[in-house]
């Protein structure tokens, strides 16, 4: 593109006509008006775009001339007519209004085709179709910002002073929006939208009962709440488009909030006292946006215009009228609570932020201090709870005492400063409650050297010790809810659910009476002190009616609860069970009553819906006796109902049908109110905890829809995305959207979190993987999937894994992030192996995230520590085999060192082997008997570690070693002959036989033994070993098969009479059919012939065993190793995985800490080369040709870095929701003209019916014209 400076009188804008009229304003500041404005702004925008990096791709072609000409059609929409005084400065075009702008020309900019003019073309879509768009109304904004004005002074605002200040913006923004409402409303007002006082709506019952099934039909003609949620959001802005710029939350956060909103409304229109709490509330949370009349006529009457288009005959005039007033009531409570409370909120919020916030400088001190003092926690509560309960006894002491008592005692400083002080060992010229000193750099002190509270808390309790109250418990309690008092001051109901809560703890804590004004004369002294420079008269006045608020909500019930508890606790004792029953069953019958669509969700046996009344009513005296415990079990509640996807509306009326009940089984008129007063207190915290929990992401999941779960996620912050999908906390409860898809079955959406979650997402500044999240907050994900959605590990495993799209010499770059499988959290062992190789798997303990795991363990660590506690098993073999099996061999009766050799061998084994296994055995034995672990086998109890199979031949070998220890022939020997060490001798001989046996079997134990060594051959004998494992169970059966068959026919061949001596008996017969069977039978059949009967039983049991029986085992054996053989590297790596999570429980603490700081994994591992990545991954190069990629893995997007921002919609996401959207516009379309169509056909039949001039009908005159015709023809 050519440079500015070179236009001329063919553009639009000439550098020379705006100089001339330029009256500069200081540091190039330039003030100019009207024309001169407009092509002065033009200049600096067209420069600005093309100094731009982003635009720099598509700056270099154009026609220069029409984009000016487009810029300046763009910026005369700023404003209306003559465009007023304003600065024309390069602040201007800064901030994120511009970037905004930028923005939207990129996104337009991508969709052009090379040859065209993209920055002119841009420029144009945006002067046709973009205006609207938000961030081009927030450039908008920010021009007008420039614009002088008389009070303005002269002074004109910077990029720092606005761009930082989102509601500066919201406000500007709404300033825009306010001119097309007014000029498309032409000045309309609606007197029947009350904006001076805020009143209970009072409608006729009708009325009501009419809105409310209107809305409930509403509700049912769409799929689900959520649809309907979008139907209104679509309305509202199909209706005024203007109004989009109000709304800054995602389509579908909104859309769910109006759902909620209407439908909280319309339940509570019989309630005027709730419905004005919970319109007052909306009021409050609506403060920062400029609502005003027009924009409510315009709201109001989209709603009514969607439900009279919906409903269509089916909304009654009545219902109409219900709903009008209703939305007027709404958005006039909305104004008159901005009019009326906006600044006050705003400085109480503002006021309260400061008072809790701590200078970077003063932290920096009391961290470099912290071995001479013990600073404050400044955490709101827990500081006044430390203090409170810490603090020593008020007395006087002496200067010297007091330094004394700090260098013996550093600890205790802080406390002891504030006995000092609350003890009046200050000067008499000093204010009560003041700070004594303030040093030079700002931070606060005593006289003695310490330093005063910087937080509200720790200033509270500083004064409350002034003025003699530290030790009032109370004071604890409102300190701890304070903070949600002050955050909550918009919300009426929240406001008065705190405070409900706080007096059952108030009661709980003082028995004596509760003077409130003690903790306003504190609360009041310490925000004027952390506030010293700010504090006037309006502050005072803000907290001042903010106390009397609190005050007046706590006086109505303070005193009762300790009342209410003793009779409703007499009363709950007093019902026996069958009272109980009745109750519990009455409760569900009038619930039904009052709202039938409950049923839908009480669907449980009667012994459950028992259980859960039971729990209600206990609930009810238990918040009494304990508030802290049951408040938490309250919220926890709320989250699980959260997942259930319980409807708030149907708790009200749970409640009102068990009042009414109680209420039939006592004429206590205070534990009634008890009742009632508690379980309301329980609704109201159920009711918020679910409404603050149910999120989009829970709505989609129990949906267990994928595409809804895309489209919610789609509208969280990059920084937070994986946040939404694993934790939503409500209170101190917290519930994972992710553990509950698993628990409750919802596996796609399960899939689609994980999947989610494990994609790596990458713009210009940072990388965004989710793999830290999900193991930060769930350390045992592995076992959990394991255990309850097993199908999921492939979908996890594989998103560990990224592999390079580039190849280099025939090899590829493989990322493993394998971290969490290795090192937990705190350092020490993930135990992600132990769960895999429990579950059996060998499929996925195949997987390559799973293999480089266990090599990378068994390499590191496992390999050398196993050969250890191998090398005695080894030495002990080489011994046992020399001793018993190849010294005896060598003429041991013509060498007497050789019989030495076998006698220190065999005591070798017996005095080592033996007694290191028995030690073993029996510590192990022992804790299983005492622990209790313990199996049964024919009803005795023996060692349940014994079901391993190398411990169970470790302890046949040990008793073995006994045996032979106790038949040792050369210990039978001693004293018997002159030369021993010898086998040979009289009282030997006895037990030779016995003690050879014992070392034959002890031989094949050794062995067996020694099949563990496998491991350092996986892939090989190992298998092999695995495959032999498995084969042999369809042996056994063979074997059990042909035991059956010899037992049968060798009894059989007893029972004939014959003078064959081989079938003489049962044994014989027996033996010589299995030396048939083996091939091991050497006699002639001829014999046999004087006895037919036994030849014919011998060539049957032939045809059967060898014939039929073994050709069937072959059969099964081949068809085994297939099977087996597909997976014998699995079962093979699943031992293995086995072996080296048994090992890894004794690997000492510091050879592990070694190993993981050999693994780097606090290091970024590249991508590709030169492109740093993301840390605690493992790389490795693999072939290229082993697991081809096609694409980039990585999600990579340009424009914004901010983290505060949504990621773009991905590819192909816009399709479909734009085929949604005309999907759902034609099965509109196609339900009218159904409709249409029944009516016309019904018109039909009408005009069939009716007669014509002539007296017959239709159908009889057609007949008769046609029947005319045909005679005249």
Not at 557 to 584: S, T
Not at 1097 to 1103: G, L
Not at 1200 to 1223: H, K, L
Not at 1233 to 1245: C, F, N, P
């Amino acid at each position: 593109m050519p440079p500015l400076d070179n236009i001329g009188d063919s553009g639009s804008v000439g550098s020379q006509s705006v100089q001339g009229s330029v009256d500069h304003h200081g540091d190039g500041v330039g003030l100019l008006q009207g024309e001169d404005a407009l092509a002065a702004l033009v200049l600096v925008l067209c420069q600005a775009l093309q100094n731009d990096k982003s635009l720099k791709k598509w700056s270099a072609v154009g026609d220069l001339p029409a984009f000016v000409a487009q810029v300046r059609t763009f910026l005369s929409g700023v404003f209306d007519g003559e465009w007023p005084s304003m600065y024309v400065t390069p602040d201007v075009v800064e901030g994120p209004q511009f970037d905004g702008l930028v923005n939207v020309m990129l996104d337009i900019a991508h969709e052009k085709t090379a040859s065209q003019d993209v920055l002119v073309a841009a420029m144009e879509t945006i002067c046709h179709t973009k205006m609207g768009d938000r961030r081009v109304l927030r450039f908008f904004a920010r021009v007008r910002e420039f614009q002088h004005t008389a009070e303005a002074g002269g002074a004109f605002p910077t990029t720092a002073e606005s761009g930082s200040e989102n509601i500066e913006d919201i406000r500007a923004v709404d300033r825009v929006a306010d001119e097309a409402i007014a000029s498309e409303l032409n000045g309309a007002e609606d007197g029947s939208i009350n904006v001076q006082s805020l009143e209970e709506l009072v409608m006729p019952p009708s009325m009501v009962k009419e809105a409310q099934t209107a809305w409930a039909q509403f509700i049912s003609a769409a799929k689900s709440r959520e649809a309907a949620g979008e139907m209104i959001y679509g309305a509202l802005f199909d209706s005024a488009p203007s109004l989009q710029a109000l709304f800054t939350t995602p389509r579908a956060v909104q859309a769910m909030r109006f759902m909620n909103g209407l439908t909280s409304f319309v339940t509570s229109l019989n309630e005027p006292a709730k419905l004005k709490i919970l319109v007052e509330t909306l009021g409050f949370g609506h403060l920062h946006l400029e609502v005003t009349v027009p924009r409510v006529v315009i709201f109001r009457d989209a709603i009514l215009d969607l439900l009279s288009a919906e409903l269509g005959a089916k909304l009654t005039s009545e219902a109409l009228e219900g709903w009008r007033a209703l939305l007027n009531y709404v958005g006039g409570a909305i104004i008159f609570c901005k009019a009326h409370y906006a600044a006050r909120v705003s400085l109480l919020l503002r006021s309260w932020k400061l008072a809790n916030e701590k200078s970077s400088q003063q932290v920096q001190m009391e961290t470099t201090e912290a071995k001479e003092e013990e600073p404050y926690s400044g955490e709101v509560g827990a500081a006044a709870e430390t203090a409170l309960e810490d603090a020593p006894a008020q007395k006087k002491q002496g200067r010297w005492r007091r330094m004394m008592r700090q260098r013996t005692s550093p600890n205790t400083a802080a406390d002891e400063g504030l006995a000092n002080s609350a003890g009046g060992g200050g000067s008499s010229g000093e204010a009560v409650g003041s700070p004594r000193a303030t040093d030079s750099d700002g931070s606060r002190t005593l006289k003695s050297g310490q330093y005063v509270p910087t937080t509200f808390p720790e200033m509270f309790v500083w004064n409350a010790g002034v003025v003699g109250l530290r030790n009032v418990q109370w004071h604890k309690e409102v300190l701890s809810s304070f903070d949600n008092i002050v955050q909550n001051v918009a919300n009426s109901a929240r406001l008065q659910e705190e405070c409900e809560a706080l007096v059952l703890r108030i009661s709980k804590c003082s028995k004596d009476d509760v003077k409130l004004s003690e903790f306003k004369s504190c609360m009041l002294a310490a925000l004027r002190q952390l506030q010293p420079k700010t504090w006037d008269s309006s502050y005072e006045v803000a907290w001042t009616w903010l106390w009397e608020n609190v005050e007046r909500l706590l006086v109505k019930n303070i005193g009762q609860p300790p009342v209410w508890e003793n009779e409703l606790g007499k009363v709950m004792g007093c019902l026996d069970d069958n009272e109980m029953y009745r109750i519990r069953r009455d409760i569900y019958e009038r619930f039904f009553q009052l709202c039938p669509a409950g049923q839908d969700y009480f669907k449980q046996s009667n012994t459950r819906l028992h259980y859960i009344a039971t729990k209600v009513i206990e609930m009810t005296l238990n918040i009494f006796q304990d508030p802290w415990a049951v408040v938490e079990e309250i919220s926890a509640l709320g989250l699980r109902h959260v997942g259930y996807g319980i409807p708030t509306e149907h708790i009200a009326p749970f409640v009102t049908a068990s009042i009414e009940v109680f209420s039939g089984a006592t004429d206590n008129n205070h534990a009634l109110e008890a009742f009632r007063w508690s379980l309301g207190l329980v609704s109201k915290i159920l009711v918020r905890t679910i409404l603050e929990g149910s999120t989009i992401v829970m709505k989609a999941v129990n949906a267990n829809s994928q595409k809804l779960l895309q489209k919610a996620i789609s509208c969280a912050p990059r920084a937070k995305r994986a946040e939404w999908m694993l934790k939503i906390q409500v209170g101190t409860q917290t519930i994972s959207p992710l553990y509950w898809a698993i628990q409750s079955g919802n596996l796609d959406a399960a899939d689609a979190m994980i999947k989610d979650l494990l994609t790596i997402r990458a713009d210009r500044e940072r990388y965004y993987y989710g793999v830290d999240a999900l193991f930060e907050r769930h350390e045992d994900f592995v076992a959990r999937l394991v255990d309850e959605a097993r199908v999921l590990l492939p979908t996890l495993f594989d998103g560990l894994v990224w592999r390079s799209r580039h190849t280099k010499d025939g090899l590829r770059r493989v990322n493993y992030y394998i971290k969490h499988l290795v090192v937990s959290g705190s350092g020490s062992l993930a135990d992600a192996l132990r769960p895999l190789t429990a579950s059996k798997d060998q499929t996925i303990i195949s997987h390559p995230v799973i293999c480089l795991v266990s090599d990378t363990l068994w390499s590191g660590v496992v390999k050398r520590q196993f050969i250890l506690s191998k090398i005695g098993f080894l030495f002990s073999l080489l011994v046992f085999m020399l001793s018993q099996a190849i010294l005896p061999k060598l003429g041991i009766q013509h060498s007497r060192g050789l019989r030495f050799a076998i006698l220190i061998g065999r005591a070798v084994n017996y005095l080592f082997s033996m007694t290191r296994m028995i030690a073993f055995h029996v510590r192990r034995s022992c804790g299983a008997y005492r622990n209790g672990r313990l199996v049964k086998v024919f009803r005795i109890p023996f060692p349940a570690y014994l079901r391993n199979f190398y411990l169970l031949l470790g302890f046949i070998l040990t008793l073995l070693l006994m045996a032979m220890c106790a038949h040792e022939p050369m210990f039978y020997c001693i004293g018997e002959t002159a030369d021993w060490p010898t086998e040979d001798c009289d009282d030997a001989s006895s037990v030779q036989g016995r003690y050879t046996i014992f070392s034959m079997i002890a031989m094949f134990i050794h062995w067996l033994l020694l099949i563990d060594m496998a491991v350092f051959a996986c892939a090989q004998a190992f298998s092999i070993r695995v495959v032999v494992k498995h084969v042999l169970s369809e042996v056994g059966r063979f074997c059990v098969a042909m035991l059956f068959l010899l037992i049968t026919f060798s009894s059989a061949a007893a029972c004939l009479r014959h003078d064959k001596r081989e079938f003489r008996d049962l044994p014989s017969a027996a033996n010589c059919l299995f030396a048939i069977t083996v091939g091991l039978f050497e006699g002639d059949f001829r014999e046999y012939f004087d006895a037919p009967f036994l030849l014919m039983c011998i060539f049957f049991f032939v045809t059967v065993s060898a014939i039929l029986l073994i050709n069937l085992l072959i059969a099964q054996l081949n068809c085994s190793y297939e099977y087996v053989y597909a997976d014998m590297v699995g079962f093979a790596r699943l031992t293995r995985a086995s072996l080296i999570a048994d090992m890894l429980q004794a690997c000492p603490p510091m050879r592990w800490s070694r190993f993981v700081a050999t693994l780097r994994f606090d290091q970024r591992v590249e991508f590709d080369e030169g492109d740093v990545g993301l840390s605690g991954a493992l790389q490795v190069k693999e072939p290229a040709s082993l697991n081809p990629v096609m694409v980039d893995s990585i999600n990579r997007y340009g424009g914004t870095c901010s983290p505060d921002m949504q990621w773009p919609a991905e590819q192909g996401q816009d399709e479909e929701d734009r085929f949604e959207r005309i999907e759902r516009l034609m099965q509109t379309a196609l339900a009218k003209l159904s409709k249409t169509d029944k009516r016309h056909e019904s018109a039909g039949i009408d005009s069939k019916n009716t007669t014509g001039p002539s007296g017959l009908s239709d159908e009889e005159e057609e007949a008769g014209i046609s029947s005319g015709s045909s005679d005249a023809a």
